[in-house]
């Protein structure tokens, strides 16, 4: 039993052959080249399927992807201009038309969550918030140990919710959103501001370890602004854990450590006890993994 997973994102995409144990037995990337449209990239999904075909017995396709998702029907409710013409897409249908298999399409964070309960800091674990720092923040809930999506497939997107009524412009047309202070792009839009000059994060981390003064300012704002909006989510959600995923969660327990110091300062004392705060274990793995459980879940392949 061996599906082809893809995982979409704004520059690449990643993709592989997984078992049902969740490992991955070939795995490899190519560009998205997103600036030719939604439906080209979905055409590229379906070519490297068809070269996975050749030399493995694949019994479906399993997708990960940027945007809001209609995970019944595998439709793109949503999208930004990253992929443009995504919005409308229906990618299950595009899939089996040409390949005749089994498809499931799933937003990216939801997928991060998924991989993250089935074999990562989330196993055990029903009630948690999974937040990806990466261009923006993005978020997925789990309740009562299943992915909780909302009436319309948009639950969690919490990289919208509003940090300052007055602040800087988003790629949504509000002002002001969490991500455009709590993303690693913002923080990495705030270090070059200050430099007056691009660092790279690996740099800038390491000028923090260093003790530089100047860098420990920058990434105290950071963190204050990050667990500003990790108190209200705590707050509403009461949740059992957190895990953080995205790139920057490569920093490991330093930035764990900061994160933690500063959210069981900010939440009242009920919401502190038993509150669990863990980076993601899977890394950039953790979206094909989530697709690979997401299509045994839904085709009741135990
Ligand atoms: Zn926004």
Same mark, same amino acid.
């Given at each position: ?57 694949? =019994? ?54 998924? $991989? ?8 055990? +674990?029903?009630? %948690?918030?999974?937040?990806?720092? $990466?261009?923006?923040? *993005?978020?997925?809930? %789990? ?6 999506? $909302?009436?319309? %497939? ?11 009524? =007055? ?29 007056? =000059? ?44 957190? &895990? ?7 920093? *490991?327990? %330093? ?7 500063? &959210? ?6 009920? =919401? ?19 697709? +690979? ?10």
């Amino acid at each position: 039993m061996l599906i082809a997973v893809f995982d979409i994102g704004g520059t690449s995409i990643k993709y592989g052959v997984a078992n049902k144990e969740g490992q991955l037995l070939f795995s490899s990337s190519v560009p998205t080249d997103a600036y030719l449209g939604g439906a080209a990239v979905i055409q590229k999904v379906v070519l490297l399927s068809k070269e996975l075909m050749k030399k493995w017995d694949i =019994h479906g396709v399993s997708i990960s992807t940027a945007g809001q998702i209609d995970s019944d029907n595998g439709i793109v409710v949503y999208a930004t201009d990253n992929i443009p013409n995504y919005t409308g897409l229906n990618i299950e249908e595009r899939i089996y038309d040409q390949l005749k298999l089994p498809v499931k399409v799933e937003n990216d964070v939801n997928c991060t969550a998924i $991989g993250e309960h089935w074999q990562g800091a989330a196993q055990n +674990t029903d009630d %948690f918030l999974c937040i990806t720092l $990466g261009t923006g923040v *993005g978020g997925a809930l %789990f309740l009562n140990g299943r992915l909780y999506t $909302g009436q319309g %497939f948009s639950a969690g997107e919490i990289g919208h919710m509003t940090l300052y009524p =007055h602040g800087e412009k988003c790629t949504c047309g509000s002002n002001g959103c969490y991500e455009q202070y709590a993303s690693s792009s913002a923080l990495e839009d705030l270090v070059s501001k200050k430099y007056g =000059h691009a660092i790279s994060l690996i740099d800038f981390f390491v000028h923090v370890k260093s003790g530089e003064t100047k860098s420990i300012q920058i990434y105290n704002q950071w963190i204050d602004d990050l667990t500003t909006g990790l108190k209200t989510l705590i707050h509403i959600i009461n949740p059992k854990l957190i &895990v953080i995923g995205g790139g920057i969660s490569e920093q *490991g327990e %330093f930035l764990l450590n900061s994160i933690k110091n500063s &959210v069981y300062q900010k939440v009242m004392p009920n =919401h502190a006890r038993n509150l669990e705060i863990q980076l993601a274990e899977y890394g950039n793995k953790a979206n094909l993994l989530g697709a +690979t459980k997401n299509f045994m879940m839904q085709f009741e392949i135990l």
